[in-house]
């Protein structure tokens, strides 16, 4: 699929990693360095603008070597990127570690993964056909 990018970055555009990757790393575009104290965030630019197709998003996720060396996540994990927004990509990073953590300009911070979706149409309905499972969640199965 063919997806437009306008990209006021001073890095490359996002592109994957190895030939079955899922998704694609983005790199903080920033002037300076950022320090994140623990349990703080801040919004990174990335410089990066897309225009995605209808019934298409982008999720925006944690990169699982960033949050085992330094403690850094996504805060909104997975942020999403609808198809009609086009302002500038930015990524909510929160330090979840016990250390100030600096983010330099070009790290790659997170990683974006292209999805479709469905657009859903409600049927109001007085009740819904029962299952197995029923009404059982948050952890009804056990830990085992």
């Given amino acids: 699929m063919i997806v437009k990018i306008k990209s006021n970055s001073k890095h490359e555009i996002p592109s994957y990693s190895t030939e079955h990757a899922a998704g694609m790393d983005l790199r903080a ?14 919004l990174i630019p990335t410089g990066l603008y897309i ?3 209808i019934g298409f998003e982008a999720q925006i996720r944690p990169r ?8 850094l996540t996504v805060l909104n994990t997975p942020g999403t990127i609808d198809a009609d927004y ?9 330090n979840l570690s016990s250390e100030n953590v600096i ?3 070009g790290e790659r911070i997170c990683q974006m993964v292209v999805s479709k ?7 109001r309905v007085d009740e819904v056909n029962d299952t ?6 948050f952890g009804h199965t056990g830990v085992k």
């Fill in 51 to 53: 225009e995605l197709p």
């Fill in 103 to 105: 983010i330099e300009d």
């Fill in 132 to 137: 197995e499972r029923g009404a059982g969640g």
């Fill in 29 to 42: 575009n920033i002037d300076q360095s950022i320090e994140l104290k623990p349990l703080e965030r801040k």
């Fill in 117 to 123: 979706h469905e657009t859903v149409e409600w049927e």
């Fill in 64 to 71: 699982s070597g960033l949050a085992l060396k330094k403690g």
């Fill in 86 to 94: 086009r302002g500038e990509i930015g990524v909510i990073l929160i």
